[in-house]
């Protein structure tokens, strides 16, 4: 199935709650919702998923902009329920909405904007670098990561104690 048929998900991101709008390619909101940032809240919002894609039979299609870490869980829950993730680049997302202007900023007008991007960026060039879409990170790379994080922490310690 190909993406522009599919279900798509887009979160405005905060620190304690977020803002979830799910959407169709048609343009259809089949439900929008605050959701707290917590394992209770995340497993409702995946079941929510679930339950729409029984109905529609469709792949999910995930848009978030990043927040000082705080879409960290979301990403990988979103990996891990096997849906395309897309980062709204905030560089990008800036000079669209100086072209063109929306109403007044709010968490739930935020979250509806990102399903409105995966549409335009399918008509609109300028539209096209918003959504970047996120390739899974290889599990060696993960690996190597903590190693090197642990490797650095005691090397600090190191230096420290003597």
């Known amino acids: 199935m190909n993406e522009t ?5 887009s979160f405005d991101v905060g620190c304690y709650q977020h803002s979830v709008a799910i959407g169709l390619a048609d ?12 394992p209770v809240g995340f497993d409702r919002l995946f079941e929510r998923i679930e339950r729409l894609c029984e109905r529609r039979g469709n792949m ?3 848009a978030m902009e990043g927040y000082n870490g705080c879409e960290r869980p979301l990403e990988t ?3 891990a329920h096997g849906c395309r993730l897309y980062n709204i680049s905030n ?4 000079r669209f909405k100086a072209i063109f202007p929306a109403a007044a900023r709010t968490d739930r ?3 509806r904007r990102g399903l409105g991007l995966f549409q335009l960026r399918e008509r609109i060039p300028t539209a096209r670098g918003v959504l970047q879409e996120v390739q899974g990170v290889p599990l060696e790379n993960e690996k190597l990561k903590r190693l090197t ?3 650095k922490g005691c090397w600090w310690r190191s230096e420290a104690a003597s």
């Not at 560089?91 to 800036?94: P, S, V």
């Open 5 to 9: 048929s599919g279900l798509r998900v």
């Open 27 to 38: 343009g259809i909101l089949p439900d929008e919702f605050e959701l707290s940032h917590d």
């Open 60 to 62: 999910v299609s995930v």
């Open 77 to 79: 829950l979103a990996c």
């Open 91 to 94: 560089l990008q997302l800036a």
């Open 109 to 111: 007008i935020d979250a």
């Open 149 to 151: 994080r642990r490797r």
